[in-house]
């Protein structure tokens, strides 16, 4: 799926079924959540803490599609084209991080 279709996807599903968009402060409050949700999952399966038994049936990847989904909503409240935007950060960090990361001592 590409990230336009994924845009309009999330914008029938909002018409039809949500009803209508959660205002934009909303929205960034659910976005909050939701990457807490992952960061819960990330730091009990990758890092020091421990599940609980009520967490140990988590899906991150559904944890994840929920950020994504959160985050398409405000892109399409105002009005940003993903991909192109996208394409435009990925050539900022391309010309601006062009030898960083290969001279980073701390990475090699």
């Excluded at 279709?5 to 968009?21: F, M, P, S």
């Amino acid at each position: 799926m590409e990230i336009k279709e994924a845009q309009q996807l999330v914008d029938n599903w909002i018409k039809t079924t949500g009803v209508r968009y959660f205002n934009e402060l909303t929205n960034t409050a659910i976005l909050m959540e939701e990457v807490g949700e992952v960061a819960r999952i990330m730091s009990r399966k990758y890092g020091e803490q421990s599940f609980k038994e009520s967490d140990k049936k988590v899906d991150l990847g559904d944890e994840m599609a929920d950020v994504l989904f959160v985050l398409i909503c405000l892109a399409n409240q105002t009005g940003i084209d993903l991909t192109a935007a996208l394409e435009k950060n990925m050539e900022k960090k391309s010309i601006r991080d062009a030898d960083r990361h290969r001279n980073n001592e701390k990475l090699k």
